[in-house]
Structures are given as C-alpha cells and as structure tokens.
C-alpha cells in the first residue's frame, strides 16, 4: 500500500476520465450498458406511431398466421427501406459515439430491426440467444447492438434480461447459471442501451397491457455479411460517397466477377481502408 491505495503489481489501472469511458468500461466487463435520455420524448412518441404502422402494414402482408409460423411475428426488418428517418437513426452520433470507439470508425449495420412485444404473448426472442451468434469468442469486439427502448424497460414491461459477462465465454452456461446470474434491463424510453453481440440475452415477459417497442440496431467490423443486403436494396438510390453508404456496406461488397475486381484500386467495390 502506498498513499492509501492498494498497489496492484503488473496490472493495468483502467482510467476512467468521462462518461464514455466508464460506459466502454462497462462494455468491456460486463457486456452492456444503458445510457439515459438518448431520444426526447416526441421523438419516441413517433418512433411508436412508425413502429406501429410498420407492424400493422407487415401483419397485412403477410398475415399473422405466416409471421408466427416463421417465428418473426412482432419483428420490422424494414424500417430504414422506405424511410428516411430510420436511415438517419443509424448514424446518430450516440450510437457511433461507442461503436467507433470499439468495433471502429468503418462498422457496418449489420440489421436495424424494430420490435413491438405484445402484452401477454411469448415473443420469439423471449429464450436466451447470441444476436451474433457464434461458438468462438475473438479478442477484439465483432458486433455491437444498439437497442433503443422506445417503450420504458422494467420486469413489468418485459425488459430484456441479459447474463452478464457471457460475451467473454463460448461455453454455454448451465441454465441454473443464468437464471441465478441474469439481470433485468430497467431503462427509461428513449434510453439507448449496448451490448455485445455475443451476450446471451433475452426478451422478458410483458404483463404491463401495453406493448413495449423497441429498435434494435447492430454493427459489425466489415467484412462481415450483413442480415440483409442493404447494398443491393439502395443500389443506384443514395449517394455512393456518403456515409450511409459506407455503413450500409457499399463500400464492402465483394466484387461481382474478376472483371469487377481487376479495375484501379480506388475503383473497388471493396475499398481500401475498410478492415
Ligand atoms: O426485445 C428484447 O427485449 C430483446 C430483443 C432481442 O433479443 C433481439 O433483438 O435480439
């Protein structure tokens, strides 16, 4: 002991200086954090009324009966295909402000989905799972999800349950684990809450009478194969030079035959710079 602190030999102090540190800090060990008050409350009042009209427009599409049978039912995967405001959310300095730091300045989205938990009704993802699922842990971070409650988080409401640390571990905890070890999520709406993907998490169980939306956003390094092909869908529709279009992965597609990839290097469809 030296000047009343304990003197841990050989390991490094982590220093926290700002919130942003303390919140990677957080990531780091236990696999997520929630930062308050990310969106005001108009905003999220239209994220209902959007998320609302999405989920209605899908169940006419489809049908209720399609959407369970493909386990999807309560799932928008196509916020951001016709509306420019969900294509705006994916570059909100709140989230980048944490996925630059630790998945890296050329993240790509990897899927933005909205999701609208019935009162009362076992939603899909109510079961422990891995959004980024994978029987390895790697040293460097892969994907993070950002998930906006767009509806407040509590038991009551159904917030996500997560089990911490699991990111760090490829073995599957025995269930006893989990259950003795899982956390409930409690977030105010509009809060932005992070984890890894590789966390074991899930949706709770919703006995408020309301629905509890939420969108959930995830990135990853680059060279990894998106959900969707977001690339293909906004082809010849955006700006090729924009940032949307990098962290949509136009800048990361594979070229389409040997033609396409024996053109001047800046002329890549994958370009350079990107990892
Ligand atoms: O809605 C939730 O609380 C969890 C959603 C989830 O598990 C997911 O999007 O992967």
């Known amino acids: 002991m030296s000047n009343n602190r ?4 050989g390991m490094t102090r982590t220093v926290v200086e700002s919130e942003l540190d303390y919140h990677l800090e957080r990531l780091d060990l236990d696999g997520y954090t929630v930062i308050p008050d990310v969106l005001d409350a108009a905003t999220v009042q239209l994220i209902r009324d959007k998320l609302d009209a999405a989920n209605e427009r899908q169940i006419q599409q489809y049908g ?3 959407l369970n049978e493909l386990k999807d039912y309560g799932v928008i995967r196509d916020l951001l295909v016709d509306d420019p405001f969900f294509q705006e959310l994916v570059l909100l300095p709140a989230i980048w402000d944490l996925v630059g730091r630790i998945v890296g300045p050329t993240a790509i989205l990897h899927l933005q989905n909205g999701i609208v938990l019935e009162p009362n009704l076992k939603h899909f993802q109510a079961f422990y799972h891995r959004d980024f699922s994978k029987d390895f842990v790697a040293d460097k971070v892969l994907a993070i999800n950002a998930m906006f409650a767009i509806d407040e988080f509590s038991a009551r409401t159904g917030g ?3 089990v911490p640390g699991t990111h760090r571990v490829s073995r599957l905890p025995s269930q006893r684990y989990m259950d ?3 956390v409930q999520i409690e977030a105010p709406a ?4 992070f984890f890894d993907g590789l966390l074991l998490h899930k949706a709770g169980d919703n006995r408020s009478g309301a629905p509890r939306r939420a969108i959930n956003h995830q990135y990853t390094r680059p060279f990894i194969k998106q959900q969707l092909d977001y690339a293909g869908m906004f082809r010849g529709k955006l700006d090729p030079e924009s940032r949307f279009a990098q962290v949509i992965g136009t800048w990361t597609m594979p070229p389409r035959d040997v033609a396409e990839y024996r053109v001047d290097p800046d002329k890549r469809t994958y370009r350079g710079g990107q990892g």
């Open 6 to 9: 304990i003197e841990f030999t």
């Open 64 to 66: 209720r009966e399609r």
């Open 160 to 162: 996500t349950w997560v």
């Open 180 to 182: 003795e070890h899982a």
């Open 190 to 193: 509009g809060a932005l809450f």
